[in-house]
């Protein structure tokens, strides 16, 4: 398990308190869980992705992971539309786990309010909410 | 450090190396290594792995009493219990069975070791030494009765497993051709403390006397080591450094339960327990008289064994993907039309198998056997379910969490090819 110090938290991106990760690229925004959470959850198994075109709510599960120690649920960091899903997932769930933030992007979704992402934890809040 | 957690002589080793760590059966233990559960389960399949089990209780029996109160407490028919000749136990050999109470309900599991002609070793799980002592010692009624030693923080034990065992093992041993000489499944030599358990000497390169035992708990060949706790550091050490050619890992009780539950084993309060021991892959370890349709012996749950009736049904499953449901107040088995049927008992995933068409396959199945060149398998969700009604092999059911719906198949053996009770020999 790694110390929270040795968490790779990106600085470009917003965070949840339940462990997901939002980046803006260009119009779309991408979607993945963060280093703490892979961490925590373990070997990551099976990944259970939305359909392109499905339409979530900020704070509604998208998906879910199975890691070797129990299924999680993923939440919405923000509202919005599938606009593509990381298919590599379904055969290499691993990556979650070697590279949660560039090769294991979960979603990408167009998001209908872009405010949203103002409200979501920077790295440093977040790193302060791990350490309680 | 939490007062009322236990600790095994490798927890600071554990969390030295970033092991993720959890409670279980009072101690805190590893559940997985840096290198992740799924690398551990793999390892034990194709090489090796080494587990921390010093959270086990390990109690013993001696004189002549001891013997006959094994009878009347544990399942297994002592007097006619080895081969297929069903010969009585001896010396050097164990055998695997349960502690029933007077319901028949399963108080625990246990492996009984006879190491003389009136010294028994009993292994039972973690934090179970002082309930099976207390239970034992209330049907100790012989006269002398028999002496009863609670040896759990006496001893040491660690577990090496993976078809690559000896092979390991048997660069720390002395004498390791015959130490492996004639060491059939579920049979052990040595002692971890010769004083009090005299035995043929099986020692370390530096004479540290240890037990071995071709016994384990991941369905795979390999070993359970007892030594005195003082020397459980160094024999973790030399074994992890011998292993090193094989890529032998150490392995958390993730990938323990796991693979056990891959190999059909079940755990202790979870797949089996406080209900009647009737209806499940287990039923071995009872004393069943082949020519009648009773035992052959009595014990303690045996007549609420006779009386009891067909169901419920503890049955194996293994899914057709890696996905898994959680167990909580909310899941359940229901047969395909969504009506309620059981509960869920254990639910894991065994990374080391896939379908290859309808047919499971493991990373261990021969080319010729079926196993698909490459094989990357994805693993399949498998466990146990307890359910209502007996059913064959084949037969489908949906397992929920409430929310979510996983097709699951009932199977008669879940991990194909395992190599537990491969010939010595041949793994060498």
Redesign the interface.
Known sequence: ??ELDELNLPGNLGYTDDHEWAQITGKTVRIGVSDYAQD?L??I??V?LPAVGDSFGKGDEFG?L?S????SELYMPMSGEVVAVNTALMDSP?LI?QDPYDAAWIIEIKPSDPSEYQQLHKAAAYLDLLKG | MDQNIKYTPLHDWHVAQGANMAAFGGYEMPLWYPSGAKAEHLTVITGAGLFDTSHMAVLTLHGPAARPLLQRCFSKDLECCLGPKKTPLLPGRCVYGVFLDAAAGVIDDAIVYQCNAEDYMLVVNASMGAPIAAHLQQHNQEEPEAALFDLSDRVGKMDIQGPAAARILGRILKNPAQVFEKMVYFSFKGSFDPHFLPAEPVELLDATPVMVSRTGYTGEFGFELFVAPAHINKLWDMLLTAGQPEGILPCGLASRDSLRAGAGLPLSHQDIGPWTFACNPWLFVLPRDETTAGFTKDFIGASALQASGGTPCTLPFAGFDPRKITISDKSLVTDLSGSPIGTILTCTTDMAVDRVDTKIVSLATPPEAGRPEPFTPRGLSCGFVRVDRPLDPGTEVLLTDGKRKLKVEIRAEIRPDRTARKPMQTML
Do not use: I, P
């Not at chain 1, 070797?68 to 299924?71: E, F, L, S, T």
């Open positions: 398990m790694k925590q373990g070997d198994v099976f259970e879910t199975e070797v120690k129990a299924v691993e786990n």
